[in-house]
């Protein structure tokens, strides 16, 4: 499961008891918000979106009420979004749908968090599956996930 590799990766840096796993989904933005009893914006959720490189994907971190700017995207990335495809998510990111997080992916998923977060000091991104988040600080979350650069793509 995708979520026990994610669970062994906090643990390993000392986050496991950030690692909660709810009887309910945590799947979309709203379920979790309402699971954890937070704002939806403070939901961290990957977006994942086709890379130029074939057989790569783009996981932008942007905050619960953020949508992508398709200009913003384009103009730093060079191509236009794309989300991916519902069966190319865990081929291509290394989790399944309503559990993608920026922790233990495909080593060819090019992470970027997005300027949105910034505005929240206490953020919930997924932890590996449709019931699971990790409660984070936003400096723990910068700590945690490899991610290339903060990016401005998200409206």
């Given at each position: 499961?995708d ?90 990111v ?55 650069s ?6």
């Open positions: 499961m979520y026990l590799k994610v669970k062994d990766y906090l643990k390993n840096k000392g986050f496991d008891d950030r690692f909660i796993e709810f009887a309910e989904s945590t799947a979309t933005v709203e379920e979790a918000a309402i699971a954890i009893g937070c704002e939806s914006d403070q939901i961290a959720k990957s977006i994942t979106l086709y890379a130029l490189e074939e057989g790569c994907a783009i996981l932008v971190v942007a905050s619960g009420n953020s949508k992508i700017d398709n200009r913003l995207f384009k103009d730093t990335f060079g191509v236009k979004a794309k989300m991916l495809k519902y069966d190319d998510v865990q081929e291509l290394g989790h399944r749908v309503g559990g993608v997080c920026p922790f233990e992916i495909k080593k060819s998923t090019k992470v970027y968090l997005d300027e949105s977060l910034k505005k929240h000091q206490v953020l919930y991104p997924a932890g590996g599956s449709a019931n699971t988040v990790v409660r984070l600080k936003q400096d723990e979350l910068i700590d945690l996930c490899d991610f290339i903060w990016v401005s793509v998200t409206k």
